[in-house]
């Protein structure tokens, strides 16, 4: 909790600084979103002192997103709960699009990085097909250190071999545009 209410703080001082987020996705993961909903005043216990925007923010709800996860498999630190043990959890998140159980989890197998690589491609393609959003839209996407590493390599922002591992609570800033 204590970092992501450092999260917060960093984010206060980006807004001040030009940061705007229309839109809120995170992981379904219940550590993913209450950090996202610490870090952006989402939750029920919200600070009145949240900055204009964020409390302009905090007027939408957050969108869960299943492609944005961590890592699939084993671990069941990294299976969800069900949907509507979510929403009555986080009210502030949009479940609408994903299923009530948990369909990606298995304890057979662990996701690989491959896999995961593909899963932030099909992320990617989602998000430019998605209506709502337009060529400025500047999102914010809580997710894993699994995912965040999976994501960089795609985009050969790092190689294959770095072991680079975003902290928890990390906040970074990544302009992908489509092209």
């Given at each position: 909790?204590?970092?992501?209410?450092?999260?917060?703080?960093?984010?206060?001082?980006?807004?001040?600084?030009?940061?705007?987020?229309?839109?809120?996705?995170?992981?379904?993961?219940?550590?993913?979103?209450?950090t996202?909903?610490?870090?952006?005043?989402?939750?029920?216990?919200?600070?009145?002192?949240?900055?204009?925007?964020?409390?302009?923010?905090?007027?939408?709800?957050?969108?869960?997103?299943?492609?944005?996860?961590?890592?699939?498999?084993?671990?069941?630190c990294?299976?969800?709960?069900?949907?509507?043990?979510?929403?009555?959890?986080?009210?502030?998140?949009?479940?609408?699009?994903?299923?009530?159980?948990?369909?990606?989890?298995?304890?057979?197998?662990?996701?690989?990085?491959?896999?995961?690589?593909?899963?932030?491609?099909?992320?990617?393609?989602?998000?430019?097909?998605?209506?709502?959003?337009?060529?400025?839209?500047?999102?914010?996407?809580?997710?894993?250190?699994?995912?965040?590493n999976?994501?960089?390599?795609?985009?050969?922002?790092?190689?294959?071999?770095?072991?680079?591992?975003?902290?928890?609570?990390?906040?970074?800033?990544?302009?992908?545009?489509?092209?």
């Amino acid at each position: 909790i204590e970092q992501s209410k450092e999260l917060s703080k960093r984010l206060g001082k980006a807004a001040k600084l030009g940061l705007r987020v229309e839109r809120l996705v995170t992981s379904p993961l219940r550590r993913a979103v209450r950090t996202a909903g610490i870090g952006f005043n989402l939750t029920e216990d919200r600070r009145p002192d949240a900055l204009e925007h964020y409390r302009d923010l905090t007027g939408r709800q957050a969108v869960a997103e299943e492609l944005a996860r961590e890592t699939i498999g084993q671990l069941t630190c990294d299976k969800r709960l069900t949907k509507t043990a979510l929403a009555k959890t986080f009210p502030w998140v949009d479940y609408s699009d994903i299923s009530e159980e948990d369909k990606l989890w298995t304890p057979a197998a662990r996701e690989t990085l491959d896999e995961k690589k593909r899963r932030v491609r099909l992320f990617l393609k989602q998000l430019w097909r998605n209506e709502k959003l337009n060529d400025d839209t500047y999102l914010v996407v809580a997710t894993h250190s699994g995912w965040i590493n999976a994501f960089l390599r795609e985009l050969h922002v790092i190689d294959e071999a770095s072991r680079w591992k975003p902290a928890n609570a990390q906040m970074m800033g990544l302009v992908v545009k489509m092209e």
